[in-house]
């Protein structure tokens, strides 16, 4: 936000700024230096002085203790550091997506084998599968077969052991059904 008064940048957010040097309001720290001695509870001002002798940041690591934890570091370096675990973290994790399987009612049973397999290499791969059977027009009144279908789907899926999270119902002119992959 710009103060159109005095033609200044103004900061609105606090989260983003880090705790370093002089950002630091607390009156005393727990001192780590770099090469990993702890010094105890020192005030803030003499912190920064050792810091500033070895030509290094005054880091806050753990702001919620009390006193905080400050680190005598190369703050760039730690920066970059934490930045590039934080991706590498993102990296390996996996992020489950919900697959839909449609069919028919009237499906053939090649098709119907085919959604099968479908939905099993999706559960293979630890992600949700919602199964819809669509209905139209007057096969509402007929809304039992396809719960019908939907039941045996579930029937023959059941030897890979698939959680049900939802089991079929109807939801306007579709019967849903939800599944994940089993917990190992």
Do not use: C
Request: proline share 3%; hydrophobic share 40%.
């Amino acid at each position: 936000m710009v103060d159109k008064r005095r033609k200044t940048i103004v900061r609105e957010d606090t989260k983003s700024r880090e705790l370093v040097n002089e950002g630091i309001r607390a009156r005393e720290v727990r001192l780590i230096d770099d090469e990993g001695v702890n010094h105890g509870v020192v005030p803030t001002s003499k912190a920064l002085e050792l810091a500033k002798e070895k030509d290094l940041d005054l880091v806050v690591v753990s702001p919620n203790q009390a006193p905080p934890v400050a680190k005598i570091i190369d703050w760039g370096k730690y920066k970059y550091e934490t930045e590039k675990r934080a991706k590498e973290a993102k990296k390996k994790q996996h992020v489950v997506e919900v697959k839909e399987v449609k069919m028919r009612y009237k499906i053939d049973t090649h098709d119907y084998d085919v959604r099968m397999r479908a939905a099993r290499k999706f559960l293979s791969q630890q992600n949700k599968v919602k199964l819809v059977i669509m209905l139209r027009g007057r096969e509402m009144q007929h809304n039992k077969l396809a719960f019908d279908l939907a039941n045996k789907f579930l029937a023959e899926i059941s030897d890979i052991n698939p959680v049900i999270e939802r089991a079929p119902m109807l939801e306007g002119r579709n019967v849903v059904a939800v599944l994940s992959a089993s917990l190992k």
